[in-house]
C-alpha cells in the first residue's frame, strides 16, 4: 500500500516524498489509521522502523494549520529529542505548522522566545519542560495529543516522576500515543494510568535484531582487545564505525588511543559539553570522522545513516542494549555488521543475549591476527572501578536545535 492510500493530507504527502520515503514500512502500515482516528496506543518498536513517521505523520494531517501548542512529545535525551523535533519540521516543510525542541544544556532566550511567538508541536525532554511549566512561561492546556516515546528509556534514566507530573498537567481529553521497546510492568502501568482502550501494534519486535546485520563474536584475550579492535579496521571495508565502550573514561580511552593509530574519532559519552557532542555527531554524520565511540545512553535512539558497522568493544550489560546498539547498523533496509569483542569473563552475558535475541551468534576468528592466551580481565581494586551508575549516568538535560539526521555521510573506505 502506497502512502497516498492513508489518509494523510496533500502538504503531509508532500513532505514524504520530499524525504525521499517510497513505501511505508510495517508499523506505518498499522499506526497511522489509528492515530488518524483518534485511538490511543501502545507500540512496542525500537528506532529504526520507522516509529517517528508512523505518529508524525497522522499528527501532522491531523493538525492541519498553525494555532495553539497541541501536541506534546516527551523523548528520554536531548539528542533524541532535537532527532524527532528536525523529523517533525521536515515532514511539515509544506506546512503552517511550527515545531520546537525544548532541552538543557544551552541558554533559555531563544526557546522561550519560540514559545512566545507561537508553536503548535513540542518536543521535550522533561526536566527543561518542568522549568518551563513551573514558571509559568507554557501550559499544556491545549495539549491533544500526547506521545510518550522511548519510555523503557526514560523508566531507566529516572524519569517516571516527572514524566507522570507532565502527564498529570495534560487535559484528560486527549489521545495518548506511548512508545517502549520492551513493556515490562512498570510501563504497563503508567499506560493504564495514561491511556484509555489502547490498540497494541507490535513491530520489529525488540528482541529480532535487524535481518539485514551480520553478527560476529570475536574471543580475544583481556589484553588484546586494542589491538583486536584496531586490526579489524584495518580489516574491514568499513565506511563508517560506532564502537561502544560501557564507561565513559573507556570511551575516552578507547578514542585516545585510536587516534594515536591516526583514526579520526569522535567521542559521544553524557561527560561531553553540549557543543563536544554536537561536533562528533555532526562530524560523524558528515563523514569527518570514520568512528565514533559512545556509551549506551549517549548513543540510544540516535540516527546516523550509513553506519556500516557496530563494533562492541565492551560487550553489552543488558541484552536489550545489544539490540539497541545494533539497531544504529542496519536500519531502513542498509545492510551493517555487528561485532562484539569478547573476552573469557563475558560468557554469561553472551548467554543472556543469545536467549534475548532467540539466536546464536557465529564465532569468529580475524585471520592473521596473532592472538595470544585468552586471558579473563584482571580484576581491579574498587575504587578504580566506574560505577554502573555513574557509567550509565544520563546526560543533563541539555538543548540543541537543528537536524543531525540530514546528514548521512561517508568516511574512509
Ligand atoms: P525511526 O524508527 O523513526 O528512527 O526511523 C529510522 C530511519 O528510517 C530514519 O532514518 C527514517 O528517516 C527512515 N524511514 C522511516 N520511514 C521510512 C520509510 N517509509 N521509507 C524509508 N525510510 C524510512
Same mark, same amino acid.
Given at each position: 500500500?502506497?502512502?497516498?492510500?492513508?489518509?494523510?493530507?496533500?502538504?503531509?504527502?508532500?513532505?514524504?516524498?520530499?524525504?525521499? /520515503?517510497?513505501?511505508?514500512?510495517?508499523?506505518?502500515?498499522?499506526?497511522?489509521?489509528? @492515530?488518524?482516528?483518534?485511538?490511543?496506543?501502545?507500540?512496542?518498536?525500537?528506532?529504526?522502523?520507522?516509529?517517528?513517521?508512523?505518529?508524525?505523520?497522522?499528527?501532522?494531517?491531523?493538525?492541519?494549520?498553525?494555532?495553539?501548542?497541541?501536541?506534546?512529545?516527551?523523548?528520554?535525551?536531548?539528542?533524541?529529542?532535537?532527532?524527532?523535533?528536525?523529523?517533525?519540521?521536515?515532514?511539515?516543510?509544506?506546512?503552517?505548522?511550527?515545531?520546537? *525542541?525544548?532541552?538543557?544544556?544551552?541558554?533559555?532566550?531563544?526557546?522561550?522566545?519560540?514559545?512566545?511567538?507561537?508553536?503548535?508541536?513540542?518536543?521535550?525532554?522533561?526536566?527543561?519542560?518542568?522549568?518551563?511549566?513551573?514558571?509559568?512561561?507554557?501550559?499544556?492546556?491545549?495539549?491533544?495529543?500526547?506521545?510518550?516515546?522511548?519510555?523503557?528509556?526514560?523508566?531507566?534514566?529516572?524519569?517516571?516522576?516527572?514524566?507522570?507530573?507532565?502527564?498529570?498537567?495534560?487535559?484528560?481529553?486527549?489521545?495518548?500515543?506511548?512508545?517502549?521497546?520492551?513493556?515490562?510492568?512498570?510501563?504497563? *502501568?503508567?499506560?493504564?494510568?495514561?491511556?484509555?482502550?489502547?490498540?497494541?501494534?507490535?513491530?520489529? @519486535?525488540?528482541?529480532?535484531?535487524?535481518?539485514?546485520?551480520?553478527?560476529?563474536?570475536?574471543?580475544?584475550? /583481556?589484553?588484546?582487545?586494542?589491538?583486536?579492535?584496531?586490526?579489524?579496521?584495518?580489516?574491514?571495508?568499513?565506511?563508517?564505525?560506532?564502537?561502544?565502550?560501557?564507561?565513559?573514561?573507556?570511551?575516552?580511552?578507547?578514542?585516545?588511543?585510536?587516534?594515536?593509530?591516526?583514526?579520526?574519532? *569522535?567521542?559521544?559519552?553524557?561527560?561531553?559539553?553540549?557543543?563536544?557532542?554536537?561536533?562528533?555527531?555532526?562530524?560523524?554524520?558528515?563523514?569527518? /570522522?570514520?568512528?565514533?565511540?559512545?556509551?549506551?545512553?549517549?548513543?540510544?535512539?540516535?540516527?546516523?545513516?550509513?553506519?556500516?558497522?557496530?563494533?562492541?568493544?565492551?560487550?553489552?550489560?543488558?541484552?536489550?542494549?545489544?539490540?539497541?546498539?545494533?539497531?544504529?547498523?542496519?536500519?531502513?533496509?542498509?545492510?551493517?555488521?555487528?561485532?562484539?569483542?569478547?573476552?573469557?569473563?563475558?560468557?554469561?552475558?553472551?548467554?543472556?543475549?543469545?536467549?534475548?535475541?532467540?539466536?546464536?551468534?557465529?564465532?569468529?576468528?580475524?585471520?592473521?591476527?596473532?592472538?595470544?592466551?585468552?586471558?579473563?580481565?584482571?580484576?581491579?581494586?574498587?575504587?578504580?572501578?566506574?560505577?554502573?551508575?555513574? *557509567?550509565?549516568?544520563?546526560?543533563?538535560?541539555?538543548?540543541?536545535?537543528?537536524?543531525?539526521?540530514?546528514?548521512?555521510?561517508?568516511?574512509?573506505?
Amino acid at each position: 500500500m502506497p502512502f497516498k492510500a492513508l489518509n494523510l493530507s496533500e502538504p503531509v504527502l508532500r513532505g514524504v516524498q520530499a524525504a525521499g /520515503y517510497s513505501d511505508p514500512t510495517p508499523i506505518q502500515l498499522r499506526a497511522i489509521p489509528i @492515530v488518524l482516528g483518534g485511538g490511543d496506543v501502545i507500540g512496542s518498536a525500537q528506532t529504526g522502523t520507522g516509529k517517528t513517521a508512523a505518529f508524525a505523520l497522522p499528527i501532522l494531517t491531523k493538525l492541519g494549520h498553525h494555532g495553539k501548542a497541541r501536541v506534546l512529545v516527551l523523548e528520554p535525551t536531548r539528542e533524541l529529542a532535537a532527532q524527532v523535533e528536525t523529523a517533525f519540521r521536515d515532514f511539515a516543510r509544506f506546512t503552517d505548522l511550527r515545531t520546537v *525542541a525544548i532541552f538543557g544544556g544551552v541558554g533559555y532566550g531563544n526557546q522561550r522566545a519560540e514559545l512566545r511567538r507561537g508553536v503548535d508541536i513540542i518536543v521535550a525532554t522533561p526536566g527543561r519542560l518542568m522549568d518551563y511549566l513551573k514558571e509559568g512561561t507554557l501550559s499544556l492546556r491545549d495539549i491533544n495529543t500526547l506521545v510518550l516515546d522511548e519510555v523503557d528509556h526514560m523508566l531507566d534514566m529516572g524519569f517516571l516522576p516527572v514524566v507522570k507530573d507532565i502527564i498529570g498537567r495534560c487535559p484528560r481529553e486527549r489521545q495518548t500515543l506511548l512508545f517502549s521497546a520492551t513493556v515490562p510492568p512498570e510501563i504497563q *502501568a503508567i499506560a493504564s494510568f495514561a491511556l484509555r482502550n489502547p490498540t497494541r501494534i507490535e513491530v520489529g @519486535v525488540a528482541r529480532t535484531v535487524n535481518e539485514s546485520v551480520k553478527h560476529a563474536l570475536y574471543p580475544v584475550g /583481556y589484553a588484546q582487545k586494542f589491538d583486536l579492535l584496531l586490526a579489524l579496521l584495518e580489516k574491514t571495508d568499513f565506511d563508517s564505525v560506532l564502537v561502544f565502550s560501557r564507561t565513559k573514561h573507556g570511551a575516552d580511552k578507547i578514542a585516545r588511543r585510536l587516534k594515536a593509530a591516526n583514526h579520526s574519532v *569522535a567521542v559521544l559519552h553524557a561527560n561531553r559539553s553540549q557543543n563536544q557532542r554536537m561536533e562528533a555527531l555532526a562530524g560523524f554524520k558528515s563523514g569527518k /570522522y570514520e568512528v565514533m565511540v559512545a556509551t549506551d545512553i549517549a548513543a540510544r535512539g540516535i540516527d546516523v545513516a550509513g553506519v556500516s558497522h557496530v563494533i562492541n568493544y565492551d560487550v553489552p550489560e543488558k541484552p536489550e542494549d545489544y539490540v539497541h546498539r545494533i539497531g544504529r547498523t542496519g536500519r531502513a533496509q542498509a545492510v551493517g555488521d555487528a561485532f562484539t569483542l569478547v573476552t573469557p569473563e563475558n560468557a554469561g552475558d553472551i548467554r543472556d543475549i543469545q536467549r534475548f535475541i532467540g539466536a546464536k551468534i557465529p564465532e569468529l576468528r580475524l585471520e592473521g591476527f596473532p592472538y595470544g592466551p585468552f586471558t579473563p580481565r584482571p580484576e581491579q581494586p574498587p575504587q578504580q572501578r566506574e560505577s554502573r551508575h555513574q *557509567a550509565a549516568q544520563h546526560p543533563r538535560d541539555g538543548d540543541r536545535r537543528g537536524g543531525w539526521n540530514r546528514f548521512g555521510g561517508r568516511g574512509r573506505r
